[in-house]
DNA sequence: CCCGAAGTGGAGGAAGTCCTCCGCATGTGG
DNA sequence: CCACATGCGGAGGACTTCCTCCACTTCGGG
């Protein structure tokens, strides 16, 4: 398993191509043909593919990314252990999800990245266990559950179909009044 | 604008063709291919367009049976104004929506469908004001917070990712939760 | 029963996407 | 500075999907 660097070039490259990919699929949706990703990245489609074998891999990747930035984002929330900050995590976590690298979310279950999402369910069960312990979350609330919302406000957020006054934050907040224990 | 009817034959194959086109669409996504949808329908491809010039013409006449069915929910559920009306009318509307002509709900706002989408917002409208008549709701919810649950639920139920124990009732019980009146 | 209007199927051209191949360019270790 | 491993671009073949066209079939009113 030795793998050497990349060239430099190759790097910036490969980043180029991420950044690319996230606007292509936020902009047009997944199925955004990979020829388009290249030509936004100012890059030939050989080096797409090369550095990323399949459209899978390439949001694979992207998923890494934000992963991580959720598990920051849940670090910080943790800091403040008062009982507010799952709150404040699912907050901040869906405004990062609506950022280009959002779109990646479609995949959240993707074998190759469980190790990444195990240490996001920690932080989570972390943050509602002091929730709950501070009496700001039902007790019967899962970590499956704030998946699904998230899951659900990627649905709202990509549905802004012209008419709608659809607002994310509005489900948002409609999700976190019924996290919160009834009377 | 005189239409005359169909020949009997030409009915009942449009009628196949949405039959075919719903549980195409449920299980491959809108993104399938019309042949595919001929095919399933036993039918040729000109047969399909002929019926419904574009993919959209034919989405829109799903969701038109789907609003139908929606308001025949909601009138159901007014028919006994105690306050229940409104949590029973989202369980059973979004019971609808999990069948295969669900899979028109992402059209929501299109425009060819306004009045139906009239009619089926003053049902909500009437279930939201005896639900709150009823102290059951919140004051502060809109017709457009439900529309946003729907479409919320569709994305949860269209992301069942392989490993995700995600169920979408389980998000619908969430929601109905942050429905309802602060202690 | 008959005949014209209405309807039908599937071939096939246009367009888009996927992905590979290979001759050329460029970074880098010695 | 040089050699060569590494990386690059874009042409192009295989494939898929879209949608039209037209010769043939079927329905149904008189």
Redesign the pocket.
Known sequence: MEV???????????ERVLSAAADVFHERGL??????V?RRA??????????F???EALLEALLADLFDAYTAVADAALAQPDGTGLASYVRTASEVQATPRGCALRLWSSPALEPRRELLHQRMEALLGDAKAHGTCRDDVTVDDLVGMFVALRGVRESLTATAALDWRRHLELCLAGLRPAS
């Open positions: 050497r660097p990349l060239r430099r070039d190759a790097a910036a490259n490969r199925a955004a043909g990979l020829d388009d290249a100012g890059v030939g489609v050989a080096t797409v593919y090369r550095r074998p399949s459209r």
